[in-house]
């Protein structure tokens, strides 16, 4: 079945630095969409990509989508503590179709 | 803005009772998907509906059943209840626009526990 592969698991990092994580997937998605997770609520839509090689920005975050349709990445310049939490990526193969979620990166902000 | 509802939000239940969990999609959303997620575990998907069709299934127990009503809410029945049934149990929502992309919004999810 398809996987989503997110790297890195887990990032320790001080405030204000950029933080980098990416999927990658065996098979092509038509949509890339990241969540960012804080323990025990749903998962908050973050940004969602629609074409291959979009590159979108929401503030702080900036999300691609890779040319290929089976990667994508998500930057975050100058971290704050309220970036904290669990950011999950998503893949849907096709329109109204499941998302396949990737295992999540854990980000700890230290001040 | 309104937002995808669920509820309960925390339900407690003994082995082999049964549990429902309700959604209410964002207004005018189509499909509705129901995941499950354990403790440091990434959502898995368990079943959706679309125009109160089922429209894919996933890893959902045949313990496990559901359906989309004509109000668009949906509800999660679950019988037999196993420990391992207990996690987070999330639904979302989207309207669907055929092959064209669509976004999904996740509720606050309900919180089992099976003690």
């Not at chain 1, 904290?84 to 849907?92: M, P, R, T």
């Not at chain 2, 009503?69 to 149990?89: C, I, K, P, R, T």
Request: proline share 5%; hydrophobic share 35%; net charge negative.
């Amino acid at each position: 079945g398809q996987q989503l592969n997110q790297s890195p698991q887990s990032m320790f990092i001080q405030e204000g630095e950029d933080v980098s994580m990416n999927c990658t997937s065996s098979s092509i998605f038509n949509t890339w969409l990241w969540y960012k997770q804080d323990p025990g609520e749903g998962p908050v839509l973050l940004i969602a990509l629609y074409k291959a090689g979009e590159l979108t920005s929401n503030g702080r975050l900036t999300a691609q989508f890779g040319i290929t349709r089976k990667d994508s990445f998500l930057n975050i310049s100058a971290s704050i503590p309220s970036d904290v939490g669990i950011y999950f990526c998503a893949g849907q193969a096709r329109g109204g179709g499941k998302l396949i979620f990737g295992q999540g990166t854990e980000l700890s902000v230290k001040p | 803005a309104a937002g995808v509802i669920q509820s309960p939000r925390h339900l407690i239940k003994e082995k082999r009772e049964t549990a429902t969990l309700k959604c209410y999609p964002i207004p005018r959303h189509d499909t509705v998907y129901w995941y499950q997620q354990g403790p440091g575990q990434d959502p898995q998907f368990l079943i959706s509906f679309y125009e109160k069709m089922q429209s894919d299934k996933g890893s959902i127990p045949d313990r496990f059943s559901a359906q989309q009503f004509s109000d668009y809410h949906s509800e999660l029945n679950m019988s037999s209840l196993e420990l391992g049934d207990s996690a987070l149990y999330f639904c979302a929502s989207s309207l669907n626009r055929g092959s064209s992309a669509n976004t999904i919004y996740f509720g606050e999810g309900s919180w089992l526990t099976v003690v």
